[in-house]
């Protein structure tokens, strides 16, 4: 299975632009890279999703390497609410493997 | 409302006692799922289906049932649970597309004693 790396733990000061990094070196062509963040005592909710472009959207920005063995969410101005668990996963569009493992993510936190 | 839909929200039991937890969605996804969240370890999936009748196991399937007889419900079933079982609980559906988003449910603490 593709598998994802990421730091245990960031931390970022608010309104102040937050980069979360994420390593996926056994990515295959077919491959989406999904990203989730899990507020305190909720569910994960969808972040944002690319291939190979660049990507943004109201919550965030995707961007992807050119090999993509690596990405990085970027929240371009932190506040107290981005305060999560942030996970990156590789979600396959063509294959039959839909395991979809999401490991321990980063734990994002905000100081005020 | 587009949604998934879990029950109980919290669930005590005992060593033993069979339950079951309800995962339901309406948005007629063919792609649903169970996670389990323990402190440290992260989101480790149970087991999925991709639909109708067919089930996979994930990464941590021992102790626990599913089953997908209707392509909207996918409940979980632990014949004979253990206090190790006691965790928090998210069931997820999307449909079957590399780009389509995971919708995940509210979760399910289970505590076994």
């Known amino acids: 299975d593709a598998k994802t790396t990421q730091p245990n733990s960031m931390e970022s000061n608010e309104e102040e632009p937050v980069h979360l990094p994420c390593n996926h070196s056994?990515?295959?062509?077919?491959?989406?890279i999904h990203w989730y963040r899990q507020l305190p005592s909720q569910g994960p909710e969808y972040v944002i999703h690319?291939?190979?472009s660049n990507v943004n959207n109201r919550m965030a920005s995707l961007a992807i390497a050119e090999d993509r063995k690596s990405s990085t969410l970027i929240l371009h101005r932190a506040t107290l609410r981005d305060a999560a668990v942030y996970y990156c996963?590789?979600?396959?569009?063509?294959?039959?493997?839909?395991?979809?493992?999401f490991g321990k993510g980063t734990l994002l936190t905000v100081n005020p | 409302e587009a949604q998934v839909t879990q029950n109980p929200r919290y669930l005590i039991t005992v060593t033993g006692k069979k339950l079951t937890v309800t995962c339901s969605q309406n948005?007629?996804?063919?792609?649903m799922s169970w996670y389990r969240q323990d402190p440290g370890l992260g989101l480790r999936q149970i087991y999925y289906?991709?639909?109708?009748?067919?089930?996979d196991k994930g990464d941590v399937p021992e102790g626990y049932k599913v089953s997908r007889k209707e392509k909207r419900n996918f409940p979980l079933i632990l014949e004979s649970p253990s206090p190790n079982q006691t965790s928090l609980y998210f069931c997820?559906?999307?449909?079957?597309?590399?780009?389509?988003?995971?919708?995940f449910g509210n979760g399910t603490r289970l505590t076994v004693t």
């Open positions: 690319g291939l190979t």
């Open positions: 948005m007629n996804h063919e792609y």
């Open positions: 289906s991709m639909n109708v009748e067919v089930t």
């Open positions: 056994t990515i295959s062509g077919t491959d989406y």
């Open positions: 996963i590789l979600n396959n569009s063509g294959g039959s493997n839909y395991k979809l493992t």
């Open positions: 997820a559906s999307s449909l079957l597309e590399g780009n389509s988003p995971l919708h």
